[in-house]
T-cell receptor, first 113, second 117 residues
Framework: GESVGLHLPTLSVQEGDNSIINCAYSNSASDYFIWYKQESGKGPQFIIDIRSNMDKRQGQRVTVLLNKTVKHLSLQIAATQPGDSAVYFCAETPMDNFNKFYFGSGTKLNVKP | DVKVTQSSRYLVKRTGEKVFLECVQDMDHENMFWYRQDPGLGLRLIYFSYDVKMKEKGDIPEGYSVSREKKERFSLILESASTNQTSMYLC????????????????FGEGSWLTVV
């Protein structure tokens, strides 16, 4: 079946450094990918998304890269701040079925001051 | 701003009690979902609904039921709460058809922490 997973369960970075969080997916029919941030005790918050017809998309301090050849998704956070400390997870859905979302288990990002 | 509101943030219930978790969304989404989130297990789908009065079982429906009488409201019901249902419950919603941009994102509520003693 489909699965979405993460390479690193915990990532520690120094404040001001860039962070890269990775995600692998197995469903080649996936069309739409989303990154979420979940702070302790809160619900997941949308960060950025990308469709399968794109390789890269940029937001404010965040960039998502999609490599369809190896089914790999990454989230880059520039100049990481203490407020970025959270669990980040990816999600994907096939474009012909928005009833189906597949979620990764998450990577915990620790930002050291 | 998109909004999914879960009425109860923290609940403590006794084993055997009936529990209602309510969720309201203001985005006119067709789809609504109930997930539970446990450490190390990620998000697991309990039930989802793609229209009023319509529902489908997710991956872990046992011990739960749902109700969707209005488009904006989706309720999760634990008929007889058990200690293994202690968890964080997340409600979410999304559109069912392609909208473009970020219109097909699934949006989450803040979560309901349920403890069954």
């Amino acid at each position: 079946g489909e699965s979405v997973g993460l390479h690193l369960p915990t990532l520690s970075v120094q404040e001001g450094d860039n962070s890269i969080i990775n995600c692998a997916y197995s469903n080649s029919a996936s069309d739409y990918f989303i990154w979420y941030k979940q702070e302790s005790g809160k619900g997941p918050q949308f960060i950025i998304d990308i469709r399968s017809n794109m390789d890269k998309r940029q937001g404010q301090r965040v960039t998502v890269l999609l490599n369809k050849t190896v089914k790999h998704l990454s989230l880059q956070i520039a100049a990481t701040q203490p407020g970025d400390s959270a669990v980040y997870f990816c999600a994907e859905t096939p474009m012909d079925n928005f009833n189906k979302f597949y979620f990764g288990s998450g990577t915990k990002l620790n930002v050291k001051p | 701003d998109v909004k999914v509101t879960q009425s109860s943030r923290y609940l403590v219930k006794r084993t055997g009690e009936k529990v209602f978790l309510e969720c309201v969304q203001d985005m006119d989404h067709e789809n609504m979902f109930w997930y539970r989130q446990d450490p190390g297990l990620g998000l697991r789908l309990i039930y989802f609904s793609y229209d009023v009065k319509m529902k489908e079982k997710g991956d872990i429906p046992e011990g739960y039921s749902v109700s969707r009488e209005k488009k904006e409201r989706f309720s999760l019901i634990l008929e007889s709460a058990s200690t293994n249902q202690t968890s964080m419950y997340l409600c979410a919603s999304s559109f069912t058809s392609f909208r473009g941009g970020s219109g097909n994102t699934i949006y989450f509520g803040e979560g309901s922490w349920l403890t069954v003693v």
